[in-house]
């Protein structure tokens, strides 16, 4: 099931991405791949998989810390929760 990623999945994230792609354009550097639109690609994809990846175990670890989060309220239940509350129904 789909669920959005938690803050410090985004948060965490983005920074090892930003790293990862500087790391690794280093590296095609320094092995004399030349500079391209191949070699851009690359880098992206690299360090998409590398933050990808950092954020899966960021998610993991916090739904070991605090367990599995509830499934997101459909609107019937919304529509009850207010009829109970004693609010009118938009």
Request: hydrophobic share 45%; proline share 6%; glycine share 8%.
């Amino acid at each position: 099931m789909f669920t959005l990623p938690s803050m410090w999945n985004l948060i965490i994230s983005t920074i090892v991405f930003c790293i990862a792609a500087w790391y690794i354009r280093r590296y095609l550097v320094e092995q004399g791949i030349p500079k391209g639109m191949t070699r851009g690609f690359l880098v992206f994809i690299l360090a998409y998989l590398v933050s990808w990846g950092a954020g899966e175990a960021v998610d993991w670890t916090r739904e070991k810390i605090q367990g599995p989060q509830p499934a997101a309220q459909t609107s019937d239940d919304l529509l009850r929760l207010m009829k109970e509350v004693g609010q009118q129904q938009p």
